[in-house]
């Protein structure tokens, strides 16, 4: 007889609600200068003649700066200002952010969102406008999805599910329809549209998800279903893939997951660490392929539910979780346990790989744990792993390496002397 993996079963509360895209704005080509008291109009008309300036937009009241307008780059025509003599101070002109959050009007209840610092992350990195694309897939094993729900259109990037017969285990299109709920709001957690006036926001709400329905009605599934929906996911390019499930070792399993990490080249594998308040180590969260997510609160402690043992990595909260229903389109329900601290890890990591695209599974998951808030005892403990996971402190680590400079081109070697000869 074939082997079943259990899920933990989860409190829900169901909570019913009724029922554009921004562009990043194009580089300034304008420069704001400010002359030094005194200088001449000849003075004026010789540094901005130097510096490429094609012609004065406009003025600054009071400031007594000017606006003017580069006839090629902004920053160099900036750069050849401020070390003219004349000149008191110049700058690019550059356009600058609302500091927004999602008009989502259950957003203010996602109180996890606002203690991971989510918000901030994403004004940080320019997606204060909430585009609906641009971010990678994550793939996800679970119930299914309603992929009609009105918070996941556009959401949706494939509907898979898993069977076993004597056949074998196989993964064929179609047939996600979520019988329980729980695939729903998971999905949600991570890719739910933000912006667009209507329920909750997801963490990563420009990726796409492909969902493998792997677990019934009854979040029960096949060892088998499962590692088949987990190579699936993969092989359609899946960035991370959120296992929000747990149960017993199996080799099967282990392979799987080992297949889908491929050493920290393949997709980042994030699982629920469990529900049951022991030291028990489940799986896949226990394999060392997998990043083991504990549960938080809204205070940032332990709950009880969460499992603790040393192969915990990382924490994200995970009680009192808003997020889409299976009930109808417009429905909404709250959700507790590890199964939902898991997709806030799978959201943020799709968010990095949106930031850094260069990331692989191994540095996703590396800025995961060294920009975590560490919380309990000092460093990596069994009951937080390295911490409570923070989005803006994460974001800005992925981005550092992308926004520096480029380096300079060496220069061109010259020729050598005649009667020389080259070494």
């Known amino acids: 007889m074939a082997k079943s993996i259990r899920v933990v079963t989860l409190a829900v509360a169901l909570v019913l609600v009724p029922a554009s895209v921004a ?29 490429d300036v094609d012609r004065t937009v406009g003025t600054v009241p009071v400031i007594g700066a000017r606006v003017v307008r580069a006839e090629d780059s902004a920053s160099a025509t900036a750069g050849a200002l401020d070390d003219d003599p004349a000149v008191d101070y110049a700058e690019v002109n550059r356009r600058m952010r609302a500091a927004v959050v999602p008009n989502d009007p259950l957003f203010a209840r996602q109180w996890a969102l606002q203690v991971i610092n989510a918000p901030a992350a994403w004004d940080a990195r320019a997606l204060a406008g909430f585009p609906s694309g641009g971010g990678p897939v994550v793939g996800i094993v679970d119930s299914g999805v309603r992929t009609t729900h009105q918070d996941l259109q556009g959401a949706i990037a494939g509907c898979l599910s898993a069977t076993t017969t004597d056949a074998g285990s196989s993964v064929s299109d179609g047939g996600c329809e979520d019988q329980n709920g729980h695939g729903t709001n998971v999905t949600g957690t991570i890719v739910a549209r933000a912006g667009n006036g209507i329920g909750t926001a997801g963490l990563a709400f420009n990726s796409t998800a492909i969902m ?6 009854n979040n029960v599934g096949l060892m088998s279903d499962i590692s088949a929906c987990i190579v699936a996911l993969r092989d359609r390019g899946a960035r991370i893939v959120n296992l929000s499930l747990v149960g017993p070792p199996s080799e099967t399993l282990y392979r799987a ?70 009930a109808s389109d417009s429905s909404y329900a709250i959700f507790t346990g590890t199964s939902m601290a898991a997709p806030h890890v799978s959201g943020l990591a799709a968010l990095l790989a949106t930031v850094n695209p260069s990331l692989n599974a191994a540095g996703l998951r590396s800025v995961i744990e060294s920009s975590a808030v560490d919380l309990g005892a000092p460093g990596p403990d069994p009951v937080f792993g390295y911490g409570r996971i923070d989005v803006a402190r994460a974001v800005a680590a992925a981005g550092a390496s992308v926004d520096q400079p480029a380096p300079p081109e060496p220069p061109a070697e010259e020729p050598p002397a005649a009667g020389a000869e080259a070494e």
């Open 212 to 217: 493998c329905k792997a677990l019934d009605a």
């Open 257 to 326: 997951v080992a297949y889908a990490y491929d050493g920290g080249n393949g997709a980042l594998v994030v699982a629920a660490s469990g529900n049951d308040g022991t030291t028990n180590v489940n799986y896949p969260a226990g394999y060392a392929e997998a990043m083991s997510v504990a549960a938080t609160d809204n205070t940032d402690s332990h709950p009880a539910f969460s499992t603790s043992n040393d192969d915990v990595e990382i924490s994200a909260p995970g009680v009192g979780i808003i997020g889409p229903y299976n």
């Open 23 to 51: 562009v990043a704005a194009p580089p300034s080509d304008t420069v704001i200068v400010k002359f030094k008291d005194g200088t001449s109009a000849a003075q004026r008309s010789d540094a901005l003649q130097g510096a």
